[in-house]
């Protein structure tokens, strides 16, 4: 069982970038997936989560109407397309599957998670 996310990088202040979390050796449609982020310093926090059916979404509000999630069953992935990125963005991102809807006290933290993935980094410049 694994999730690899991808795609994170160095953009200016302003720009868009998607990332992406790939599971293998389970089926996403069975689990939750929520994005994470974690600054230097700071703790670990919840940016968005979508249900499995991929029909629920939520997100923080410091990312509401910028980010968005969404799914691919068939490439067993996850996306966070995240637009008007801001310095503030900066962190290591994290996928995380979990149970098929969210339960309260997993958020923000994403803490009893199931799997989590390796980091991403994303590094926004003034």
């Known amino acids: 069982v694994q999730l690899q996310a991808s795609g994170g990088g160095l953009v200016q202040a302003g720009g868009s970038l998607r990332i992406s979390c790939v599971g293998s050796?389970?089926?996403?449609?069975?689990?939750?997936i929520g994005w994470f982020r974690q600054a230097p310093g700071r703790e670990r926090e919840g940016v968005s989560w979508?249900?499995?059916?991929?029909?629920?979404?939520f997100y923080a509000n410091s990312v509401k109407g910028r980010f968005t999630i969404t799914r691919d069953l068939a490439k067993n992935t996850v996306y966070l397309q995240m637009n008007s990125l801001k310095p503030e963005d900066t962190a290591v991102y994290y996928c995380?599957?979990?149970?098929?809807?969210?339960?309260?006290?997993?958020?923000?933290?994403?803490?009893?998670?199931?799997?989590w993935g390796e980091g991403t980094l994303v590094t926004v410049s003034s």
């Open positions: 995380a599957a979990g149970p098929k809807t969210l339960i309260a006290s997993m958020w923000p933290t994403g803490r009893n998670m199931d799997y």
């Open positions: 050796g389970f089926s996403l449609y069975d689990h939750g």
């Open positions: 979508i249900r499995n059916s991929g029909g629920s979404t």
